[in-house]
């Protein structure tokens, strides 16, 4: 039996966080090899089973853009959805939505950029006119009573701009929220974010009247930060923390971004702190050592590594 970390809580921090769990979403979109429809069923379920309460299960994107999530419609329709889970979707404009709203869905996000490059590369639009396009989804949403979080990406550094200055970032926030975005998950898409960073963000964010409740917070592990960068957050004040199960991810327009951050090392730190998540570790890492055999790879969790060869 695996033992748990040895416990010692830290009052300073939040008591309990909510976990936006990727992966089978962000986590699968940039695996050439297509997964099959059924073994993604079988994955948003063995998370939602684990205690995960936001399983992202998948993105109405034109399967040109993204062939792995081409099966959105078969997967939303065969997913046995667990009273109390939200099973959250991406959509990039109105048609993805009403496709979404074919699936009953609650919940859709949608995903801007702080950048101007990254508009350009990621959604072939400008920056000022990346709004237009989101709009009309938000307003449609919220018509048909659905909640919306927006995903902004590049808030931390950009492959081709290099540092993206905070106040951009402050700005783009406040376009998401202004649009009815209930929450706000600010992503470090390439990776590059430092502690002292993500504390200025949210400081500045606060400061600007942005509700600390709204934000989350989205890591990749490039330069093997994202665990400080969440407890920076933590301490901030943050509570919603987006993760992918097993470490899988990257980003399709930034190759140099590497994987999320891993849901199992995530659990593992904050179980050591003493904040609750509702998330039984072991049936996760069992979950994504699954998934980690049928893709045919060793998983970038540490804790999946670990547990997973405990006794050898």
Known sequence: MNALPMVVPDATLPSEVMIWEVGARDGLQNESTIVPTAIKVEFIERLADAGLPVVEATSYVRPEWVPQLADAAEVMDSVQRRPGVRYPVLVPNVRGLERALEASVTDVAIFAS??????????????????????????????????????????????????????????????????????????????????????????????????????????HDTYGQALANTLAALRAGVVTIDSSAGGLGGCPYAKSATGNLATEDLVYMLDGLGIRTGVDLDALVSTSAWMSDILGRPSPSRVVRARSHQGE
Do not use: K
Not at 183 to 199: N, R, W
């Open 114 to 219: 702080a950048t101007e490059s990254f508009a350009h590369r990621n959604l072939n639009r400008g920056y000022d006119d990346q709004w237009e396009m989101f709009t009309p989804v938000a307003d449609r949403a919220h018509a048909e009573g659905l909640a919306v979080r927006g995903y902004l990406s590049m808030c931390f550094g950009d492959p081709w701009e290099g540092a993206v200055e905070a106040d951009r970032v402050v700005r783009s926030v406040r376009r998401l929220l202004d649009m009815g975005c209930e929450s706000i998950s600010l992503g470090d898409t390439i990776g590059v974010a430092t502690p002292g960073q993500v504390t200025d963000l949210i400081g500045r964010l606060t400061a600007a009247g942005v509700p600390v409740a709204a934000i989350g917070v989205h890591f």
